[in-house]
């Protein structure tokens, strides 16, 4: 078991650019997340999903898409990136009888 | 006011010492809560659940007081591998992450 997994592991882009922060787990877990860390903000919900087909905004949707068209995969669409979206982002599922939330390894981001 | 709330930190502490950490959360509704432990720049990960009567796990206890709202994180014998921030979580609907108090021990 790979557990969550998330690429890249570190990406620099230019204000205005686009991107895909890549998310997968192979724990067949339906509900997944994406949070972004921030210091002294803690751990922000972006957008989730509680199976394939479905997603929902969390905390701070603006300016992230998602999609959810496999059980195993979530992809977070940064669509013209901003300085204040330089952070970095957690992936996290858990299976829906329990509430342990398996992270991946974080993606940081840095916007210039 | 933040849904979650924990005690400033960094606590610096020697190893061996026992040190505690609190957290009040402000929806009375909360059904669950937990401790994560997060490595320095690396991914949370669950510690410990937190029950109603508390709950121990080795050197850690985790205590929940619903009348006052708040959770606390006893970790006794403080080893340096204790070393790390901790996020207090509550989950109603959703789960809500506290910004995470810091813990350094020291030899």
């Known amino acids: 078991n790979a557990g969550v997994t998330q690429t890249p592991k570190f990406q620099v882009l230019k204000t205005g650019q686009s991107m895909t922060l890549q998310c997968a787990q192979d724990?067949?877990?339906?509900?997944m997340s994406w949070y972004r860390q921030d210091p002294g903000m803690g751990l922000r919900l972006i957008h989730y999903s509680v199976g394939a087909g479905i997603t929902d905004q969390g905390e701070v949707p603006n300016g992230y898409n998602v999609s959810r068209s496999t059980t195993e995969d979530f992809p977070l669409r940064l669509l013209s990136a901003a300085p204040s979206q330089t952070s970095v982002y957690f992936c996290?599922?858990?299976?829906?009888?329990?509430?342990?939330?398996?992270f991946g390894p974080g993606t940081r981001l840095t916007v210039t | 006011r933040k849904e979650v709330e924990q005690d400033p930190g960094p606590f610096n502490v020697p190893e061996g010492a026992t040190v505690a950490f609190n957290c009040t959360y402000s929806n009375s509704a909360s059904q669950s809560f937990f401790w994560y432990r997060q490595d320095c720049r690396k991914e949370p990960k669950l510690l410990m659940s937190?029950?109603?009567s508390g709950n121990e796990d080795g050197r850690f206890t985790a205590q929940l007081n619903r009348a006052s709202q708040y959770i606390s994180l006893l970790i006794r014998d403080s080893k340096l591998s204790d070393s790390a921030t901790y996020l207090c979580?509550?989950?109603?609907?959703?789960?809500?992450f506290g910004q995470g108090t810091e813990l350094s021990v020291k030899p």
């Open positions: 724990m067949n877990h339906e509900y």
């Open positions: 979580v509550v989950q109603g609907g959703k789960l809500i």
């Open positions: 996290a599922s858990r299976a829906p009888n329990s509430f342990e939330q398996y």
């Open positions: 937190v029950y109603s």
